[in-house]
């Protein structure tokens, strides 16, 4: 064993064996893919473990046993070292579209399950290491599989749909009888097992299994399609209802016999000799891995300050986040001693680096085994691993690290302490010692007893014995993938009733797991029954207290949750223990013991087929494939931060501001401007132009020059040879404040009057008379939060200057490339002709990349000019997290007159919005608030006012939907208000007020589309059966006590296009070369939602040539120029009508020539027309016939047209806990004749679950001087694979073209994100059902998102009322809303 000389890494990636005698220790295997190797269709999402972007399979060969083994891992948490002599396959390796795909990137792609396409080369590696390992896997194994993936785009039921066609089950339905004729019938009847069920092959009619399935659809059809013919199976008109996106049956067949083999060199040369100890040594980081205990002692006595490493999940994320530096690593994966696992006579014995998986399949395979009342715990342990982190990590992680990191909400700590486990470590003089895993090894805030020259080696958890009883609980923000809020373990050893021996744990209360001591002491001896119960909530209540303040906030649900662990615990026991001295559980409470049900998913996608005698070259109406979603699925696909390195670029990372507030006393970056690489430091003295940016008003800096108003603002930027000297060099820059006192949220701009000008008003009316004639009068206030917009490729630029004059070519992903010209025009100082913009795609934007995107170009383009090379920067997750806006936090103040029967008479609204420390684009997004304030409703008498908050927050901007949202949201509340004060349905409340045919906005402009609003209202409500499933949610109700349903249904009106009239219109440029084949350009950016497929489209249907002859390559400003932002959901309308006009003029100059020699195909007309000289590219400009509003005189019309949606959504709600899961949704929505239904029904579905994560789940905390704490995936939650609704039904209102725009389409990409409000509304009405039961009636204020908190304390009972909130004012809160 020699610790002088260096190893050479040995490994090998997608069978190409890798050496390399210099490597970096410091590398992630992400990096080194991306950058050594260049193979960037690994992702990086964003390098803490929490997005699984840069999934990938790392492969491994036991010599000893033969075995190989497969995991997947996240590739940014992967130190470089840790792989060596293990084999990495990445999406590149498994298959690409020259060589061909593989099934698991064919059918992603195929079932319309990749829309940006960032996330999608982890979830295929993801599914691929799965089918690795189990080639025909459950739904079930497929979603546990996809816990540690995010996707922002799709809302996650495409994808399993495409998988599921691996399941045994799908499989062994493909094989009905029938089925397999039906897979050779060139027109299967369109068809599905569970009516409509996608993803399922088509069924004859005559299918042994089918008979039943069909009588009842044709029945529903009948019923609910009345007479017009349009079911699939009665149609003989002539466009059918179709159910299918997909036709597996396209699908190649999977045969894992085919997949690549292990590297048989590796298995030779791991055979060839025993594993040894290896060391890698390069800029300041020694990283070592011994094998066996005795190596270990060594290391440890040469590099005393070494620190332990074994999955590097927790190291991995102190270095990337916190920043942490350990000069030694000496990794503990590979220690022979630390991998055991066995059952030995008295519990299991499991050794500190067994991974988390291993322990979980370990146990499940023993548990089998033993005596069921031996393995209570290990049963606790199985089911909370299943909620720990996602499967990369707990493919890695080890329960050592778990301990020793002794976090206050490790989740397995509670357990283990619970147990009575005890932990065995051997010092480096090989002295070994044991201790038992309770309350005082935990000495401090992540401390242990654990002595410095210690190694934890293994765990030994006892069995349970007969008289024992053991739960273990989690609660956090979401389901999936999440750390816990408070996590709990409980176990009573009861003999005859009574308790002979108890401990209790609990994390999330304390800086460390913390024991009920003396709870635990107290019920020694006592009867396990109600008093008991009583006695119990009480003492807990007073061992748990947490002081208001105290770190992690949520206080009083934290400590209701305590209470309600432990009442939870207390009932499952006496479920299942029968003893008369045991209190027996009515029926109605045993709804506080069982888990949600959560069935396999199904859904249903309906729409209407194109006609028969449609050309079947014309793809209009078609659900045809994104275009690049083979490259997206393969890692082909190119996005800015995988473009290929130019000669001499350097690297740009950014010094952000710390403070929200504060005067800038001096800036320093001397030091910095010392490390070696570093070229420059810039700041505003650097800016040759303008340093003030802004689409509508120039209020903000790019850099600050004398004062900064938020935390993240941009004081200056450092140029480095690379990324990582950048950002070290960043952080030494530094900065010296004078503190100010910053405006936070939106109740402290209030009362310090701090607004941007103007403040809005709409008036209609008059709102006095309007509450004279009212019955009743409601006054209140709703909160909506702020929503990070979560794109999964963060911001991310390459600056390219020209050797020539002062041209500058940018690559961004950005959303308004015009806009991105002219800020690095007008910060360069140049002419706006001397900035090219160039956009291939984006790894989503949502409104988000819009103008915040021209921050980081502009900087990154003055930088560039000063060092005069390329430079290039992709913001790291918390940096684009801190600096870059969200959407707006909204508060309402309103004050709602309605008559007895619920009808509204008179509305006085004030909607408050927090802007942050710049206007961007607040004042838009408060204008169309304002405009959509009423939805589907008719208002006699208004009186609305506006008001942009100007706070010390980054400045928030557009997101999907623009303001419409959280006005949309404040009315439907105002809904459920009425509708709980006057005792009637939301949905009766809902249509009483509807708009009638006829009628106008507040604000005079006439809608053309209300029928179409009550149509897709009616088919919703027919559709979801809303009469029966009303019943049947209150029969449930009233069985059911800590359970409890709720069924809500929401209409939407939206009016589409932008309020500011300039911006509503479209450009193109279409180029036919001599061969015949034709480039698309126009004005509109492709991130995810289909855009260039749909003009694509457009231009064949127009040309009258198939799709595949028509190209389009990125978007730039030299082509097409002055363009709109590809945003308000208008960029199909605006882009393909320019696309249209264009074509047009070149259809009509091919013309004669068609004529002339009708039998010649297009690429003879082509050749023919150019050897005339006639001019083969064309451009199209389109403006749409928009008025727009004049807010001076308040007339005229802001919109170009209304679209409209309903939603149905079921919930069920935990009232002990505040969980939720959506049992169903429907969703009923007009799109006009959809130009691709496949990406319409795709953005209806992801656009509902971006909304469901903003009225439920996602939300930012802030501290109270203004910084952001929910910087990243471990803090911030977007919803995740397993919170989709379990049923999830789409249909498109058929029959219903739409004169105004394009092939007779309608906008898609905003309008369906509200309809996830009828799961808001849903959950209200579910916890209206719990507090009714408490006693309590009437409305109450539920802000959004309806959070698990917020739901537990709105469910008000004796537990929550122990702990009232604290008084405002009486102590500092540890986080608040913006
Ligand atoms: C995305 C993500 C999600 C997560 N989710 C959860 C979750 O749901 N619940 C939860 O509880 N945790 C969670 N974690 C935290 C973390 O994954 C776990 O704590 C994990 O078990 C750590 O194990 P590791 O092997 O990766 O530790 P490492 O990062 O390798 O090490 C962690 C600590 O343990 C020490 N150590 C490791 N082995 C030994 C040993 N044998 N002897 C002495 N010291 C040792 C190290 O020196 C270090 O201090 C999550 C982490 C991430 C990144
Ligand atoms: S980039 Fe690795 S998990 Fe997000
Ligand atoms: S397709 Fe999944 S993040 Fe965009």
Known sequence: MSLKENNILIFFCNGQKITDDNVDPNLTLLSYLRLKLRLTGSKLGCGEGGCGACTVMISSYDRLTKKITHISANACLTPICQVHMMAVTTVEGIGSIKDGLHPVQERIAKAHGSQCG???????????????????????????????NLCRCTGYRPILEGYRTFTKDYQNEANCCQIRDD??????????????????????VNCCQMQDDLKNLKEHSVNSQSNDNKCCMISNGKRQISTKLFQPSE????????????????????????????????????????????????????????????????????????????????????????????????????????????????????????????????????????????????????????????????????????????????????????????????????????????????????????TEHFKAFKQAHRRDDDIAIVNAAFRVDLHDGVVHDSSMAFGGMAPTTKMAKQTMNKIIGRYWDKSLLDDVIVSLANEMSLAPGAPGGMTEYRQSLVLSFFFKFYLSINQETCNKNI????????????????????????????????????????????????????????????????????????????????????????????????????????????????????????????????????????????????????????VEYQDLEPIISIEDAIAKESYFKPIYRLEKGNVTNGFESSDKIIEGEMRIGEQEHFYLETQSCIAVPKQEEDFMEVFSAAQDLYLSQTTIANVLGVKYHKVNIRTKRLGGGFGGKETRSCNLSAALAIAARRVGRPLRCMLDRDEDMASTGTRHAFLGRYKVGFSNDGKIQSLKICLYSNSGNALDLSASVMECALFHLQNAYHLPNVDAYGYCCKTNIPSNTAFRGFGRPQAFLIMENLMSEISFSCGMTQ???????????????????????????????????????????QSKVAEFNSLNRWKKRGLSIIPLLYGVGFTEVFMNKGAAFVI???????????????????????????????????????????????????????????SSDLNGMAVKIACEKLYKRLEPYRKQKPDKTWSDWVAAANMDRVSLFATGFYKTP????????????PFHY??????????????????????????????????????????????????????????????PRGELLTKGPGFYKIPSFTDIPVEFNVSLLDGVPHTKVVCSSKAIGEPPLFLAGSVFFAIKEAILASRKDCGIDGSFCLDSPATAERIRMACSDTFTEKFPPPVPGTFTPFFIRS
């Open 118 to 148: 960032f996330c999608t080369p982890g979830i295929v590696m993801s599914m691929y290491t799965l089918l690795r390992n189990n080639y025909q896997p459950t739904m079930t194994d497929i979603e546990d599989t996809f816990q540690g």
């Open 183 to 204: 897979v050779n019938n060139e027109n299967p009847v369109r068809w599905s097992k569970d009516d409509g069920l996608n993803g399922r092959q088509c069924y004859q």
């Open 251 to 466: 699908f190649m067949e999977y045969d894992p016999t085919q997949e690549k083999i292990f590297p048989p060199e590796l298995i030779l040369m791991l055979e060839r000799e025993e594993p040894k100890l290896v060391k890698f040594e390069r800029n300041g980081l020694t990283w070592i891995r011994p094998v066996n205990l005795l190596q270990l002692s060594v290391v440890r006595n040469n590099f005393p300050n070494s620190k332990l490493v074994s999955g590097n999940t927790e190291i991995g994320v102190d270095v990337k986040l916190k920043k942490m530096q350990y000069p030694v690593l000496v990794s503990v994966s590979h220690v022979t001693e630390l991998n055991n696992i066995y059952l030995c006579e008295t519990g299991v014995s499991i050794g500190a680096s067994v991974t988390l998986s291993r322990i979980e399949d370990f146990l499940k395979e023993n548990m089998d085994k033993l005596p069921d009342y031996q393995c209570k715990s290990f049963a606790a342990i199985v089911d909370m691993l299943h909620w720990f982190a996602g499967q990369q990590i707990r493919n890695v992680a080890g329960i050592g690290g778990n301990i020793i990191t002794g976090s206050p909400i490790s989740d397995l700590n509670p357990i283990l302490m619970t147990a009575g486990c005890t932990l065995d470590f051997a010092d480096t003089r090989g002295v070994h010692r044991s201790l038992p895993i309770a309350e005082h090894f935990f000495t401090g805030y992540r401390k242990n007893a654990m002595k410095p020259n210690e190694t934890l080696i293994s765990i030994n958890i006892p069995y349970t014995k007969k």
């Open 583 to 734: 209190p027996k559980v009515s029926p109605s409470d045993t709804s506080a013991t069982f888990p949600f049900k959560r069935d396999e998913v199904k859904s249903t996608q309906m729409f209407q087929e194109v006609a028969n005698d449609q050309s079947p070259i014309d793809p209009v109406g078609r659900p045809l494939v994104h275009l690049s979603a083979y490259q997206q699925a393969t890692g082909e696909a190119v996005y800015v931060d995988d473009m290929v390195a130019f000669q001499n670029e350097l690297y740009m990372a950014v010094v952000l501001s710390k403070k929200a507030h504060a005067k800038i006393k001096y800036v320093d970056a001397t030091s910095a401007l010392s490390m070696r690489g570093v070229h420059a430091f810039i700041d505003h003295k650097d800016v040759p132009g303008s340093n003030l940016l802004g689409e509508i008003e120039q209020d903000e800096e790019l850099f600050a020059t004398d004062k900064v108003t938020c935390v993240g603002q941009y004081i200056g930027a450092i140029v480095a040879d690379n990324q990582e000297i950048a950002q070290r060099a960043a952080r030494m820059v530094r």
């Open 987 to 1029: 949905n009766m409340i809902r249509e009483l007020n509807f708009l009638q045919v006829g009628q106008s906005t507040y604000y005079n402009q006439k809608i053309d589309e209300v029928h179409l609003l009550k149509r897709c209202w009616d088919e919703c409500l027919e559709k979801s059966d809303y009469e029966v499933r």
């Open 1072 to 1130: 036919i070369y001599h061969d015949g084949s034709v480039l698309l350009s126009h004005g509109g950016v492709e991130m995810g939602q289909g855009l260039y497929t749909k003009m694509i489209q457009v231009a064949s249907r127009t040309l009258k040539i198939p799709s595949d002859q028509i190209f389009t390559d990125e978007t730039s400003t030299n082509k097409v120029p002055n363009t709109s932002p590809t945003a308000g959901s208008v």
């Open 1186 to 1197: 928009l008025t727009g509003f004049d807010w001076t005189t308040k007339t005229g019309e």
């Open 1202 to 1263: 209304f679209t409209s949606g309903a939603a149905v959504s079921e919930v069920e709600i935990d009232c002990l806990t505040g969980d939720h899961v959506v049992l169903r949704t429907d969703i009923v929505m007009d799109v006009g004749d959809s130009i691709n239904p496949a990406i319409d029904i795709g953005q209806i579905e992801g656009g509902f679950i971006q909304g469901y994560g903003l009225f439920t789940l996602e939300e930012h905390h802030w501290s």
